[in-house]
């Protein structure tokens, strides 16, 4: 699968610690079999997904 990341989510990952950062692309590398994912609504989010990480 794969995915296209935009360039201010390229940036905000810039901006977190190497911890979160892993935290968060194990998650999308197990995408779509697991994960807290869903479709956002709206006019301008078409085919744009939201998904939740717990980093506790």
Partial sequence: ?????SKTSIK??????????NK????I???PVEGDINK???KKAKNIF?????VN
């Fill in 40 to 42: 956002l609504k709206g």
């Fill in 1 to 5: 699968m794969k995915f296209l990341y």
């Fill in 29 to 31: 590398e197990k995408l």
């Fill in 24 to 27: 968060i692309i194990e998650a």
């Fill in 12 to 21: 905000y990952l810039q901006k977190l610690e190497r911890g979160i950062i």
């Fill in 50 to 54: 939201r998904l939740r990480i717990a």
